[in-house]
């Protein structure tokens, strides 16, 4: 599939569908290249698909400018990067926000931390660490953004 002004892509979460899968992705790129609102797109093999426009995407942050968004299956959350005037930021919502698009009151926001490096992407994998890629493209050096994550 080949996603044309969608954006960076730096995480997107891909979630079953039926008998198929749904993605969620940043789209409406902006001049910089960073998507200014979250789509669901349904996966098409060999498919050429355009961004739709911001109006008609979700944006599930009030004055966020940016987006992007992971997927927890195992804790079954969505872990949403978002940028303000403030600076990056992440939310958490119940994965029920996005499959029922009501996205109502985060779990958990918090200002993202600064980390040494190039940012590269992030998941989510445990209750509740998020974990991102730092350094060059190729490195594998992570760091976590909680107290409880397991070593390695």
């Known amino acids: 599939m080949h996603l ?8 997107f979460a891909a979630l079953p569908s039926g008998s198929g899968t749904e993605l969620w992705i940043e789209c409406a790129a902006n001049t910089s290249g960073y998507g200014t609102a979250l789509a669901p797109i349904r996966y098409t093999a ?6 739709p426009a911001a109006a ?9 400018t940016e987006y992007t968004c992971s997927v927890d299956p195992v804790y ?4 949403v990067r978002y940028h303000t ?13 996005f499959e029922t698009r009501n996205f ?6 918090f200002k ?11 998941t989510s994998s445990a209750s509740p660490p998020a974990w991102r890629a730092t350094g ?17």
């Open 56 to 64: 008609a995407a979700y944006r599930p942050i009030s004055g966020a």
């Open 112 to 122: 993202q931390p600064t980390i040494s490096g190039t940012p590269q992407g992030y």
């Open 76 to 79: 079954r959350r969505m872990i």
């Open 85 to 97: 005037s403030a600076g990056k930021r992440i939310a958490v919502y119940p994965l029920s926000a």
């Open 136 to 152: 060059a493209p190729a490195s594998s050096t992570r760091t976590c953004w909680s107290e409880s994550c397991p070593p390695g």
């Open 104 to 109: 109502g009151s985060r779990l958990v926001d």
């Open 4 to 11: 044309n002004g969608f954006g960076h892509g730096v995480a």
């Open 46 to 51: 060999n498919a050429t698909l355009d961004s």
